[in-house]
């Protein structure tokens, strides 16, 4: 019984920030029909930001969180600016190439400026972890927990209770009409890709402390970003949130239960079975692709 | 392009080893010529369905693994039954290869064509990875990261030489041309065929392809069986050519070069991957003198968004729009010369 508290636990801690990832991914899908290959490499250069912040600079930490993320907010912005608005109205693979290969650009650039060796971040928090009853959790991943469910509670605020929010569910749900009515499309895509790319990076940046960073990371992170949008339904902002728990649930009792081996494969299982069982995802809304 | 084409581009490579004899180059060109033949596979499934793979290493390393487990042998464990395989000859290991990648292929498009969009791509690359954790903590099957050693080249029946071993490098080149001869020769019937104007229809318009009467579905799951069988054949090849196998085979980066030897040599030619694998099959090795290896996937990826932004339909269109328009500026009335399918 510990143990499966303690599985539920780190499921729920883990699952934050999947949940980063998938919305952060399913947006840009949503609103802007692209298949984004980059989301892993800004989840690994949010990590690579705040290594460089606080390890390279001696910035303070939580300053250092937020300064990568307002790099990948930047580098977001900067992607979508130079590589997607030229390419606008081209059909998905062609953009879907595009951002292949700024993937392994990316990538290879990463390893270029930073090697391959993997790199740790030091955080403030005290070593002793946090015990609660028959489970414990370090007080570094309580604390990506919260900052987890502080910035999905503010995107969720930021498209539902401001102007560009409204913006950008009026282009999501009709691009051209939207765009009769005075929306200016192009801010509102910028503004998605930085607003996706950010919280890929704001993930990448809450578990570089956790785990280590290096080139790759992000390899894996997109692929679970993908069955994260997948299982929700693509373009559904809830159904990523809860996407991302499920898939860390799953994970981490499979990883428990199973095999550990075969923990990264669960997300595809996971596919499959919705593939088959439920193709518009667990929570499906009218509006997907045809 | 006339139809004596490609016998003057296979004479030409049959004579390669004629006037160059470096084995090391030797060696370049066979490993590039089993990326062409996957890379023509893959062209099958992007080019002419508009379907991007990207877990094809997938297929490409299944076929490795199926290959050379079968020629050494192996037994496993199954659900307590513990399941023996002898070695078997090498070509017989060869062709279950082939047809076991097609049968994961076969799996695949059941499953991610009931929905269009990019589920393809999503389940591809995530099959490509889960079949790379298999290989990897499957350690019973596969050895695991030890990988699969002492791998048997391919044993060949020769008229006037009865059974021979594939052993030196100008064999398993002449062999690896022949592969690459035989699944040109087989997409290119593909796609002349009936099946390949459907595909042709299903990439332009599905629902007006639907609307005609082709079963859209069928025939998307038909191309990636027969993409997946090529690429098994090509990672056949791989594993008897280099004799050790392991899961590394599967890293996305040889989905990449796969894909970018077809997006630059031109999606949807005959000749585009061909080009594409010669160009990008030999690119690294002048790059490997001047850059190191991140520098050189960067060059790669910066490459494929310079060719998609501004030649989208790759080299070999883009050639033969030249030569059209040259041959037209030549001929005193404007010919109506046919710009086809490479």
């Known amino acids: 019984m510990e143990q499966f508290l303690q599985h539920v636990l780190n499921a729920l801690i883990l699952g934050g920030t999947y949940a980063l990832l998938g919305i952060g991914l399913t947006l840009i899908f949503g609103i802007m029909r692209v298949v984004n290959f980059t989301h892993g490499e800004l989840y690994t250069f949010g990590a690579y930001m ?39 109205g081209a059909d998905i693979d062609t953009t879907m190439l595009v951002m292949i290969g700024a993937w392994i650009a990316m990538q290879s650039l990463e390893q270029l400026t930073w090697s391959g060796i993997a790199k740790s971040v030091n955080s403030p928090f005290p070593v002793e972890p946090l015990v609660m009853g028959p489970v414990s959790v370090s007080w570094a991943r ?34 051209e009409t939207a765009a009769l009515m005075g929306v200016k499309i192009n801010q509102i895509y ?60 799953v994970e981490e009792f499979g990883a428990g239960y199973i095999s550990s081996g075969y923990r990264d494969a669960m997300g595809f299982v996971l596919i499959i079975l919705v593939l088959i069982f439920k193709p518009t995802g667990l929570f499906a809304q009218k509006e997907r692709v045809g | ?37 996957a890379a023509i596979s893959l062209n099958l499934l992007l080019g002419y369905t508009g379907q991007l793979s990207l877990g094809h290493v997938a297929f490409f390393g299944i076929g490795a693994y199926t290959s050379a487990l079968g020629s050494i042998g192996f037994d496993v464990e199954l659900f307590g039954y513990i399941l023996v395989v002898e070695p078997k000859p090498v070509w017989l290991a060869f062709i279950t290869g082939i047809f076991v990648a097609g049968l994961a292929g076969w799996l695949i498009g059941k499953i991610s064509f009931k929905v269009r969009g990019a589920y393809f791509v999503i389940v591809t690359i995530s099959f490509a990875e889960v079949v790379r954790l298999v290989a990897l903590n499957w350690i019973d099957l596969t050895e695991g990261p030890m990988a699969l050693n002492n791998i048997p080249p391919i044993t060949l029946w020769l008229p006037g030489q009865g059974e021979t071993t594939v052993w030196r490098k100008l064999p398993n080149y002449y062999l690896v041309l022949a592969v690459a001869a035989i699944a040109f020769e087989l997409v290119r019937r593909i796609v002349q065929s009936r099946i390949g104007r459907a595909f042709v229809a299903l990439r332009g318009n599905e629902p007006l392809a639907m609307s005609v009467g082709i079963d859209v579905t069928r025939y998307l799951v038909i191309a990636t069986v027969v993409s997946a069988a090529i690429a098994g054949a090509a990672g056949g090849l791989y594993a008897h050519y280099v004799r050790i196998v392991d899961p590394d085979i599967f890293l996305f980066i040889y989905t990449v070069t796969m894909v970018i030897m077809v997006i630059v040599g031109g999606k949807g030619t005959l000749w585009g991957p061909v080009v594409g694998g010669v160009l990008f099959g030999i690119l690294p090795e002048f790059l490997r003198e001047v850059a190191a290896p991140e520098v050189q996937w960067i060059i790669y990826g910066v490459s494929m968004i310079v060719i998609v932004f501004f030649l989208p339909q790759g080299i070999v269109p883009a050639l033969s729009r030249v030569t059209h328009e040259l041959r037209v500026a030549a001929s005193p009335i404007a010919q109506d010369t046919k710009e086809g399918e490479g």
């Open chain 1, 50 to 88: 705040l290594f460089m912040f606080v390890m390279s600079l001696g910035t303070n930490f939580f300053l250092g969180i937020v300064l990568a993320i307002a790099m990948g907010v930047l580098l977001g912005a900067l992607t979508e600016v130079v590589l997607l608005r030229p390419i606008r």
């Open chain 1, 142 to 175: 309580v604390f990506v927990f919260a900052v987890a469910i502080l910035l999905i509670i503010g995107s969720h605020a930021l498209i539902h209770r401001t102007r560009l929010g409204k913006a950008m569910r009026a282009t999501f749900q009709d691009r």
């Open chain 1, 190 to 249: 910028t503004a998605t890709f930085a607003l996706g790319s950010g919280l890929a990076a704001a993930a990448g940046a809450l578990l570089a402390p956790v785990f280590v960073v290096y080139p790759t990371m992000g390899d894996m992170a997109a692929l679970k970003s993908f069955a994260i949008v997948i299982l929700g339904g693509l373009g559904n902002f809830w159904g990523a949130a809860l996407g991302g728990f499920i898939l860390a649930i």
């Open chain 2, 1 to 37: 392009m006339s139809r004596y084409t490609p016998w003057l581009v296979l004479l030409f490579f049959v004579t390669v080893p004629l006037w160059m004899r470096d084995q090391y180059y030797l060696h370049i060109l066979i490993t590039s010529g089993i990326f062409i033949v």
